[in-house]
């Protein structure tokens, strides 16, 4: 008796908890994801030198705080009101540029740049931009900064004098990135490491074509009219200039081979003497590496070349770690891996690294010689930090399970080391490089530990290929029962530089996933071949043929769903954006009948429609791949829509530009096909802010009404 009293009063506990669980909301799953819903975490953590402490801010970014790693203790360095009182406004927050020691930091606030001294809480102003200035590029040590206006380079010397570098007539872009931030590309201006030089980038776009975006908050309405280089028209021409802020002389660094070649990865040596250019030709099947002159501009040498069949794409620059010696990354043995050159013979010393995994990129180097790295490892879900000697060659992993991101301190004893899981929210420690735990920082709780939420489910699939494991997320609702079958909608993006399955918080899943979950839905995803993080063969298949191999992938996830006898396998959704709308509409239209419906946004559906820079990689130029580009067009397959099929856009797409979702109605009306169409006006190309609610309430309830 006693047992069954006891029996019924974990039941009635169980059902007390269950019933005080909150259901989650789409609107909070859309807005609160990053916000209310965030695991807790360490604040703009950075290092103070010549410590055993570093910085981080306050949860409410008002207080810059110092955390000894020996003891644990906190102290408050500065608050906004301080700060206030010694710059003369008040800060939104502390944005810590930089620490010059361990009793000064370089604060910026807006457009202007102080040395703030802590230990009399004292302040000098040191250099501020104009109002108007974009893409800010500070140099701390000599004081100056880089900027643009416009589509013109400007500088703000050590005396605060304004210096415009160029000039451009209409056309000419400086100072901006440039290939459409292809080629690792994310900023147009490079300070010297000294700040006697800036290096920048600059385009003339004047044969490239002219595309019109219609702004609706005019009356009458206006054009906005971009730069849009579409595959196998002209493009932009692009250099690299370096100005001497010496002596006011600025020279260019123009393409070897054709004026529409690619200029990338613009890099300088410890002494900046030297510039390095990762040259692209258009084909993107041949990249140079060039050593040039930093005072003149002439080219030294080439120092190394690569070509492959499908494409070669460099997406870092040269890394020196010492006078002579630097780094290039490369993934020609099919797995991004570092080698060692020598600046002065431009000779390969040795290759550095030798993994069957993917090297994402490079943290630092300590005076042991050990050059610091991330990468997958093992596992290419995950992200891992490790070291690789460079005259042993011996590779040590500093980290375990999960996906890590880690700021070391200057030099690089020790290492703050955040990081989460599919089942850790985020977890924080300061470690030695060696291993060993310094101090426990924070353990965070599940932000949604009282919402009513779903479980996921990890595991591979073989590909198409039968050989290639795929990597899988299937997220199951709450009161999941396995005699029920379940409709499933299938989330896809597949393209190149992108992975949806990670082993961190919620694997990387939005939570509208979980909210659909919630709705008696199940929701998978699966990352095809072409894919990010699994080297050059898994991710070149797709080479001329977009959408095929991915396709066949994604129909391999099909059939294990199909497998699963929960899953009713005449009820499956898919739903996409960009690539992933590309792929949702090809699905919907070259598969037939796979899917009972399909929400497709941005979708490409025509790659001469896309840009140069990326299609061309992929796709060769039109007229190099004319069966490719027949192939993939989705305008020749309308007449085999077997479903509902809802197309969105952004109408201010400047990515993937409307005329891919229009040209694509008009195949459907000229084939006397019906579908939906709903466009989000004056958005770009996503639907971003408050908007994205209703975006997704759009996508879900299309699929919740039609899945059936």
């Keep these: 008796m006693k047992k069954i009293i006891q029996s019924m009063f974990l039941l ?11 259901e989650l909301t789409l609107k909070d799953a859309v807005m609160q994801q990053y916000r209310a819903f965030y695991p807790q975490r360490s604040v703009m953590v950075k290092w103070i030198p010549n410590s055993k402490s570093y910085a981080s801010l306050s949860a409410d970014y008002q207080t810059l705080v110092k955390t000894d790693i020996n003891s644990g203790n906190k102290t408050n360095l500065i608050n906004t009101e301080e700060l206030a009182k010694i710059t003369g406004e008040a800060p939104g927050y502390i944005n810590v540029v930089s620490w010059k020691n361990e009793n000064q930091f370089y604060l910026q606030n807006k457009n202007k740049f102080y040395l703030i001294n802590l230990a009399d809480k004292s302040g000098t102003f040191l250099n501020e931009a104009p109002a108007e200035a974009e893409n800010i590029n500070f140099h701390a040590a000599s004081k100056q900064i880089a900027y643009t206006v416009a589509n013109n380079l400007f500088l703000v010397d050590a005396k605060k004098e304004i210096k415009q570098i160029t000039a451009n007539k209409e056309g000419t872009v400086s100072g901006q990135a440039i290939a459409r931030s292809e080629f690792g590309i994310t900023n147009g201006i490079f300070w010297s490491p000294q700040g006697d030089k ?11 074509a002219d595309y019109p975006l219609l702004n609706i908050n005019d009356t009458p309405g206006s054009l906005n009219s971009i730069k849009y280089p579409m595959a196998g028209q002209s493009s932009e021409q692009g250099k690299a200039g370096v100005y001497n802020t010496q002596n ?3 020279f260019f660094i123009q393409p070897t081979g054709d004026k529409e070649d690619y200029i990338t990865n613009f890099g300088w040596n410890l002494d900046g003497s030297e510039v390095y250019i990762a040259e692209v030709n258009r084909d993107q099947n041949h990249t140079k ?9 002439e080219m030294k040498k080439i120092i190394l070349e690569e070509k492959n069949d499908k494409w070669t794409e460099p997406e870092s620059p040269v890394y020196f770690v010492n006078d002579q010696d630097f780094i290039w990354m490369s993934e020609k043995d099919g797995f991004m891996n570092m080698y060692l050159y020598n600046a002065i013979s431009g000779k390969l010393v040795k290759q550095l690294t030798t993994n069957q995994w993917v090297i994402t990129g490079i943290e630092g180097y300590d005076d042991k010689g050990n050059i610091y790295f991330t990468g997958t490892g093992e596992k290419p879900t995950e992200k891992h930090y490790f070291k690789v000697n460079i005259k042993s060659g011996k590779q040590t992993q500093l980290t375990k399970e999960g996906t890590h991101s880690l700021i070391f301190n200057d030099d690089f004893t020790y290492m703050f080391d955040s990081y989460s899981s599919v089942t850790i929210p985020n977890i924080e420690k300061v470690m030695s490089t060696k291993g060993k735990t310094k101090l426990n920082v924070l353990t965070a709780k599940n932000p949604l530990e ?3 939420m779903g479980t996921a489910e990890y595991g591979t699939i073989k590909a198409a290929d039968k050989k290639t494991d795929l990597h899988y997320r299937l997220i199951k609702p709450s009161n999941f029962d396995s005699n029920k079958k379940y409709p499933v909608l299938v989330y896809v993006y597949g393209g190149p530089h992108a992975q949806l399955v990670t082993n961190s918080w919620y694997g990387g899943a939005s939570l509208w996933m979980y909210w659909m979950a919630e709705q008696d839905y199940l929701v998978f995803t699966v990352d095809n071949r072409g894919s990010a993080n699994r080297g050059f063969e898994f991710e070149s298949v797709i080479h001329r043929n977009l959408g095929d191999h991915e396709m066949d992938d994604q129909l391999e996830g099909v059939k294990f769903l199909k497998s699963l006898p929960y899953v009713d396998g005449n009820r499956l959704a898919v739903h996409g954006w960009s690539f992933g709308g590309f792929m949702t509409t090809s699905l919907m239209l070259r598969q037939p009948g796979t899917f009972t ?12 429609y896309y840009e140069i820079m990326y299609g061309e990689r992929y796709m060769d130029r039109p007229a190099q791949n004319k069966e ?11 007449k085999n829509l ?27 009306i000229e084939a006397e096909v019906q579908m939906d169409f709903f466009p989000y006006p004056m958005h770009p190309h996503n639907v971003r802010g408050k908007d994205r609610v209703h975006l997704m309430t759009k996508v879900l309830n299309y699929v919740l009404e039609h899945n059936k």
């Design 198 to 208: 800036i290096g920048f980038y600059q385009k003339d776009e004047s044969k490239v």
């Design 248 to 250: 006011g002389k600025t």
């Design 628 to 638: 490719g580009y027949e192939k993939a067009s989705l305008m020749n397959y309308v």
């Design 12 to 22: 009635f506990i169980c059902i007390n908890v269950n019933a005080q669980k909150t």
């Design 450 to 452: 009282n919402i009513q």
């Design 597 to 608: 419906t399909g929400v497709a946004g941005g979708p490409v559906t025509d790659w001469k």
């Design 642 to 668: 077997d479903g509902n099929l809802l197309l969105i856009h952004g109408t201010a797409d400047d990515v993937v530009v409307m005329q891919h979702n229009l040209a694509l109605v008009k195949a459907f």
């Design 289 to 297: 590496l060039i050593q040039y002159n930093g005072f003149s501009g």
